[in-house]
């Protein structure tokens, strides 16, 4: 079964420019979850998505927001780049559930100048 | 404070030490416990998954959860220097009839061969 697959891996982009980073989950895995990983703060959950709904979210600012589709891919735009939006963004999926297992991605490191 | 406290180290141990890893929390609505790896440039993968007070073995690997205490611990017996990477716990609760899902930030842990 092949995993969770992210994309863009790397990405550099300048302040108050907008970004789309692209999720693909487990074949079968209804439930993506979105994640900023940063040496600071660690592993800050962002939302989680549902069968196409927003079923969980963060205390992140609405510069950050996702949408998931019929085939359960995601994708997460972050508008208005700052600075401190240089981070890993981590996507994960699971077949239900946030406590369930959850299968992580490898990342796409957003670099903001 | 913090809802998880997690000692960020780095560790550095010989290979065949017993390694102990530890978070606290202060939220007792906490139910379900994990424990992820990760290596350099990789998604966190789940380790342990537990739910109640106790330990849970794996392997080389046993989780312990102290509910009373607010304390869980992953104690790696025989490290080897594959277990070098950062190791995250995280914890769930339910809040308003959806899941919160926290980690903590994150220990490096380095097995010298």
């Known amino acids: 079964k092949a995993g969770v697959t992210q994309t863009p891996r790397y990405l550099i982009k300048t302040r108050g420019q907008q970004v789309t980073l692209s999720c693909s989950p487990i074949?079968?895995?209804?439930?993506v979850s979105w994640y900023q990983q940063t040496p600071g703060q660690g592993l800050q959950f962002l939302f989680e998505y549902f069968s196409e709904t927003q079923r969980n979210k963060g205390n992140f600012p609405g510069r950050f927001s996702g949408r998931q589709f019929s085939n359960s891919r995601s994708e997460m735009n972050v508008s208005t780049l700052e600075l401190g939006d240089s981070a890993l963004y981590l996507c994960?999926?699971?077949?239900?559930?946030?406590?369930?297992?959850?299968?992580f991605g490898p990342g796409t490191r957003l670099l903001v100048l | 404070q913090k809802e998880v406290e997690q000692d960020p180290g780095p560790l550095s141990v010989p290979e065949g030490a017993i390694v102990s890893l530890n978070c606290t929390y202060s939220n007792s609505a906490f139910q379900y416990f994990m424990w992820y790896r990760q290596y350099s440039r990789k998604g966190p993968e789940l380790l342990m998954y537990t739910y109640s007070s106790g330990n849970k073995e794996d392997g080389r690997f046993t989780a312990q959860v102290d509910k009373s205490s607010k304390y869980i611990s992953l104690f790696i017996r025989d490290s080897q220097p594959s277990d070098s990477a950062t190791y995250l716990c995280a914890m769930t609760y339910t809040q308003g009839g959806s899941e919160k899902l926290v980690f903590g930030k994150g220990t490096k842990l380095t097995v010298n061969p």
């Open positions: 074949s079968g895995h209804r439930s």
């Open positions: 994960a999926s699971s077949f239900r559930a946030v406590q369930e297992t959850q299968y």
